[in-house]
C-alpha cells in the first residue's frame, strides 16, 4: 500500500513540475493593410483642347484606411496603352506642372500608393490636345477599347466588339474603319466608313486568335490608326 502512495506522489510531482502553457496572451496579428483608393482626374477635363503646352495636371485626393502616406503617380504618354510614355513622375501632391510638344495628343492617368507598397489601380485614362500653331484640323484621338477586352475567350461564334472615339473638334464627324482577321497586324477591311461604334463579327473559328483595329476618320481628312486588339474563341 505504502509503494502504492509513494508512486502516486511521484505521478503527479512530475506532472505539476512539466512545462506548462504561458498566461501571458498570444500577440495581436499585424492587421491587414489595404491600398489607398483610385484617384479621379480633375483637369485638364477629358478630350481638351488645350491652348498652352504649359499644363498643369490635376486630380482628386485618394483616402487610406490605416492613414498611411500617400504617393501618387503620374504617367503621361502619346498612346492610350501607355507603351510610348513621355513622362513619369511621383509626388505627394495631387498637382504635376509639365510643357509638352505642341500640336500632339497626350493621355494620362494616376495611381496611388501607400507607404506599405500597396496600391491603388491607375485611374481612368484621360486624353487632351495641345494646340498647335496655324493648326486647321485636329486628327481624331486613338479609338479606347470598350469591349471585348484584350485576350478575353469569346463563347460561340459571334463577337460583339465596340471602341470609343472623341475628337476636339466638336463639328467634325466621325466614321470608322475595321480591320480583322487572324493576322497581326490584321489587313482585311472588314467595314469602311461606319458611322456606328460597334461590329459584329460572326461565323468565327473555334480556338482561334482574332486580330482586330480601327481607323478613326473625321469629315476633313484626318485619320488616326487605332493600336492592334485581339480576342480568342474557346
Do not use: H
Not at 29 to 48: G, Y
Not at 199 to 211: K, M, P, V
Amino acid at each position: 500500500m505504502r509503494k502504492i502512495i509513494t508512486f502516486v506522489c511521484l505521478s503527479l510531482s512530475l506532472i505539476s513540475c512539466g512545462g506548462g502553457g504561458s498566461d501571458e496572451p498570444a500577440p495581436a496579428p499585424e492587421p491587414v493593410n489595404t491600398a489607398p483608393s483610385i484617384p479621379t482626374l480633375v483637369s485638364p477635363t477629358n478630350s481638351k483642347l488645350c491652348v498652352s503646352n504649359a499644363l498643369v495636371l490635376e486630380w482628386s485626393a485618394s483616402t487610406d484606411a490605416e492613414n498611411n502616406p500617400i504617393v501618387y503617380q503620374i504617367q503621361i504618354a502619346t498612346d492610350n496603352l501607355f507603351t510610348q510614355i513621355v513622362r513619369t513622375n511621383e509626388g505627394t501632391t495631387r498637382t504635376f506642372s509639365i510643357t509638352l510638344e505642341k500640336g500632339k495628343a497626350y493621355y494620362w492617368r494616376v495611381k496611388a500608393t501607400d507607404s506599405k507598397n500597396a496600391a491603388s489601380a491607375y485611374s481612368t485614362t484621360f486624353n487632351f490636345y495641345t494646340e498647335g500653331i496655324a493648326v486647321i484640323n485636329y486628327l481624331p484621338f486613338l479609338p479606347s477599347l470598350i469591349q471585348p477586352e484584350i485576350n478575353a475567350t469569346i463563347l460561340g461564334a459571334t463577337a460583339s466588339l465596340k471602341w470609343f472615339a472623341s475628337d476636339v473638334d466638336a463639328s467634325d464627324i466621325l466614321t470608322y474603319d475595321v480591320f480583322f482577321g487572324t493576322t497581326n497586324p490584321p489587313t482585311i477591311k472588314l467595314v469602311d466608313s461606319k458611322s456606328e461604334t460597334t461590329f459584329n463579327a460572326i461565323s468565327l473559328q473555334a480556338t482561334t486568335i482574332y486580330y482586330w483595329r480601327v481607323v478613326v476618320k473625321d469629315n476633313k481628312g484626318g485619320e488616326t490608326r487605332g493600336q492592334v486588339w485581339n480576342f480568342k474563341t474557346n
